[in-house]
Every structure is written in structure tokens, then in C-alpha cells.
């Protein structure tokens, strides 16, 4: 069985330009919720996705925007990057948008230069 | 806004001793918790979970306390192993959405 999924692995952009992370669920997993993970602290909360809906937005511009597919993957864009949007972005998937364990992908590293 | 943190930023233990790494939580409501390990260039990983109307729950060579009175939780690892060295979190788990603490670096010494 194939876990969660995220691409690309690595990324190296420059301040300005766009971005966009792509993350398949595990299958049967209709909820994916995005984090970013700067280095030396824990996740924070982005979005989460249910059934095509967002459940859920962190403290976050509107530079990030997200969005779900009817096939449950979900892509994470960000806009006019600055060099504090460099981390990991990790993505996580649960049965539904309810009290459960995630699973997480191996996240996609962003550098912005 | 609710917050969660770890009181020990790093833990050195020797292989085969017992590790505990504790947490705090700010949001009395909070219901259900997740302790989770992060290796080197790898995504969390899920270790145990607890709800409120338990107290203590075990896996295997794990152990989470909840002390819902102090809002403080502990993961307790057994005969701890070389394999065991990585960043664990804890996070407050509410629909879907995890509150992440910034970690606990667990070295275990041979």
C-alpha cells in the first residue's frame, strides 16, 4: 500500500515566483491537510481539505491558497515567495476530517533564494 | 489560541535505559492527543494516541500518561534503542486539524 505521497521532493525557488505542491492521500483517506515545518520547530497548521472543502486555514497569508481534487489529492500554492516561506512543507491524510491519527508524507523541502 | 509545548528541548539517555519526554497543553477542552517521531529527512510518524476519558494507554515499549488536571502529558519509552533517536512531538488533535509542540531531540548513547 502506498502512503501519503508529496512532489516534488526538493525545490529551490527564487523570492517572487509562484509554487505549487502536489500531495496524494493514502487511498481511501477523503481529508488532506497541508503543514509547514520550519527548521528546529514543529509543524504548523496550513489548510485541511475534506471532501473538497476547506475545513480549516492557520495563520497564514493569502499567499497560500490550496485546493482539493475530486480524487482526494490536493495541491498547495504559494505566491510571491519571500525567503521566510523556505521549510518543509508537509502534507497528511486521515479517514475523514475527524479525531484520528495522520499520516504524513515525506514533505516537499522549499528553498527560496 | 491553543499551544502546546515540550519542557526539555533535547534528551540524552543510554541505550536500554527508559526516556520520558514530557508536553504541555493550554486548551482544557482539548480531547484527543498524538505523540509522534520525526527522523532526518522523513515525515512525522503516528506512535500512540490518547483521548480525554483515558489516563494512560500502551503500545509496544510505549506508554502516554494524560494528567488532564495539570494539562500535562508524557510519552515513556522502554529499554530505549539507538533506533529510537529522533525529534518527538506532541500535538493536540482537533477534527483533522494537529497543534504541534517544536519537539524533543532524543540521543540514545550506546
Known amino acids: 500500500d502506498a502512503g501519503v505521497t508529496q512532489s516534488p521532493t526538493h525545490l529551490i525557488k527564487t523570492r517572487g515566483q509562484h509554487v505549487t505542491l502536489r500531495c496524494s492521500p493514502i487511498s481511501g483517506h477523503k481529508s488532506v491537510s497541508w503543514y509547514q515545518q520550519v527548521l528546529g520547530q514543529g509543524p504548523q497548521f496550513i489548510f485541511q481539505?475534506?471532501?473538497?472543502?476547506?475545513?480549516g486555514r492557520g495563520n497564514f497569508p493569502d499567499r497560500f491558497s490550496a485546493r482539493q481534487f475530486p480524487n482526494y489529492s490536493s495541491e498547495l500554492n504559494v505566491n510571491a515567495l519571500l525567503l521566510g516561506d523556505s521549510a518543509l512543507y508537509l502534507c497528511a491524510s486521515t479517514w475523514e476530517g475527524a479525531n484520528t491519527e495522520a499520516f504524513f508524507g515525506q514533505g516537499t523541502r522549499l528553498t527560496v533564494v | 489560541g491553543e499551544s502546546v509545548g515540550l519542557h526539555l528541548p533535547t534528551l540524552s539517555v543510554q541505550e536500554g535505559d527508559n526516556s520520558i519526554i514530557n508536553c504541555a497543553y493550554s486548551?482544557?477542552?482539548?480531547?484527543?492527543f498524538i505523540w509522534y517521531k520525526q527522523e532526518s529527512g522523513k515525515g512525522p510518524q503516528f506512535i500512540i494516541d490518547i483521548r480525554s476519558n483515558m489516563d494512560k494507554r500502551q503500545g509496544q515499549r510505549v506508554t502516554v500518561l494524560l494528567n488532564k488536571t495539570v494539562k500535562h502529558l508524557s510519552l515513556q519509552i522502554a529499554a530505549t534503542q539507538p533506533g529510537d533517536s529522533a525529534v518527538y512531538f506532541c500535538?493536540?488533535?482537533?477534527?483533522?486539524?494537529?497543534?504541534f509542540g517544536d519537539g524533543t531531540t532524543l540521543t540514545v548513547k550506546p
Open positions: 481539505y475534506y471532501e473538497k472543502e476547506e475545513r
Open positions: 500535538a493536540e488533535a482537533n477534527a483533522g486539524k494537529s497543534t
Open positions: 486548551n482544557s477542552a482539548s480531547d484527543y
